[in-house]
């Protein structure tokens, strides 16, 4: 995946970054992705999304919420270093996940592969007397359809995208009565898509109703972006996974197991999935890209198979290393949208550094099966919740009412006493005071 940044000449790999103090980490986020002072401003809550901007963007606007964004380490992706922007509230997500990216890095990172930018637009016919008969004038005049809907956007279709087929799907049985569904499969290039999709579908509704003889109810586009799919894989040597008393190879077969798990049971898989979807809406969110809809689409595709199961798979290969992989739809995109409105997003992908929609999707995914990996690395070792509550001890510190100075010390104490509680916080911030 080439781009605008020189990646060959440097390294996501940071060690101790975390240990750094936040102007630290920002100003070498500044160095390591070319940003401008104006950009650093951003970053740092100096400048960014602004009230009045806010409310040029959805209704009603009483405010801005600000969530805290960071960066994962470590990734490696197909031989290219990516630094991820990563916005979340939850702590030990981007912990998780640069660690996770570390092991992945050992065996040579996450290779990665995505499907053209397609999606689905679906127009809905009814009243129609013979759904397949119908569905056969409508696949008649396929090509005169293609050829209209790409008359919408003359500028996509010049940079290379715009309708590139129809399927029909007739139902002669619904709760509505005979139906058939028409699907616009349409090239959208480094967007999204959905206001392209739905542009066009609509323009070809009074075409479709005379081909038909029917009557369109909904045209609108399908968040199952199944023709737009983002592969990762990678593969991790065993002897990098030990943990306390627990070998590699016992860590690795663990891990194999808590597959399994979410393989074989839908209730284990709705969380496994939550995890992949930790990481990926991370990115969503930072990059000004729609997170519900690649929930709908990752969720869908997840019981494509008439039951809800695991969207990775892990397993042990001939030599003892773990692999890993995911699949599923990932529409995002690079302009239009918040991506362009949004002065954080546009910061994120300066840092990011992707030049397509594509690379961005390959991203999201190598993002996703890390997330997985770290999330269920944690389960078959310490239990999630031992890091996740020493990572979730300054959010109750804060909580408890200490202040910046007293943040590290209560959370510390907290640490020592294998007590991270509320409660505790509480005394111990007293009992802090009291000292002082």
Not at 186 to 204: K, P, Q, S
Not at 225 to 234: F, L, P
Not at 270 to 276: D, E, I, L, Q, R
Not at 350 to 361: D, F, R
């Amino acid at each position: 995946m080439s781009n605008g940044h020189p990646r060959k000449r440097r390294s996501s790999r940071l060690p101790g970054f975390y240990k750094r103090s936040l102007a630290e980490r920002a100003a070498i986020i500044q160095q390591w992705a070319g940003l401008e002072n104006e950009d650093q401003g951003v970053l740092l809550g100096l400048t960014g999304l602004s009230p009045t901007q806010a409310d040029h963007m959805i209704e009603n606007v009483i405010g801005v919420y600000a969530l805290p964004l960071g960066v994962a380490t470590n990734f490696l992706i197909n031989g290219d270093d990516y630094l991820i922007p990563m916005v979340v509230e939850e702590p030990s997500i981007v912990a998780g996940v640069s660690y996770a990216a570390k092991l992945a890095r050992s065996g040579g990172g996450f290779i990665t592969t995505a499907d053209d930018p397609i999606m689905i637009g679906q127009i809905q016919v009814l009243d129609v007397d013979n759904v397949y008969a119908a569905a056969g004038r409508v696949w008649d005049a396929r090509a005169d359809l293609l050829a209209e809907a790409n008359t919408v956007d003359r500028v996509l279709v010049d940079l290379g995208g715009g309708a590139r087929d129809l399927e029909l799907r007739p139902m002669p049985a619904t709760p509505a009565g005979p139906m058939l569904v028409i699907h616009l499969l349409f090239d959208v290039r480094d967007a999204m898509g959905a206001n392209a999709i739905n542009t066009t579908c609509e323009y070809l509704t009074p075409v479709i109703e005379q081909l038909t003889g029917g009557r369109v109810n909904l045209r609108i586009l399908s968040n199952l972006a199944d023709h737009r799919k983002a592969t990762a894989s990678c593969v991790i040597p065993a002897d990098v996974l030990g943990s306390g008393d627990m070998t590699g190879a016992e860590v690795a077969r663990g891990i194999v197991e808590a597959a399994a798990f979410a393989i074989a049971d839908p209730y284990r898989a709705a969380t496994h999935n939550k995890g992949v979807m930790n990481g990926m809406d991370a990115v969503a969110l930072a990059t000004g890209n729609d997170w519900r809809a690649l929930e709908a689409g990752a969720h869908a595709y997840a019981a494509r198979g008439g039951r809800y199961a695991s969207l990775t798979e892990w397993w042990l290969d001939n030599q003892g290393n773990l692999r890993g992989s995911i699949e599923l739809p990932v529409a995002v995109g690079i302009v239009g949208g918040a991506t362009h409105v949004h002065p954080t997003a546009q910061v994120a992908l300066k840092i990011l550094g992707v030049q397509t929609a594509s690379e961005l999707a390959q991203v999201m995914a190598a993002v996703g099966l890390a997330q997985n990996l770290a999330a269920i690395r944690a389960l078959a070792t310490e239990g999630i919740q031992r890091g996740h509550m020493s990572l979730h001890a300054k959010q109750i510190a804060l909580a408890a009412g200490a202040s910046d100075h007293e943040v590290t010390v209560v959370v510390q104490r907290m640490i020592e006493d294998e007590d991270i509680s509320a409660e505790h916080a509480r005394e111990l911030l007293a009992e802090l005071r009291r000292e002082a």
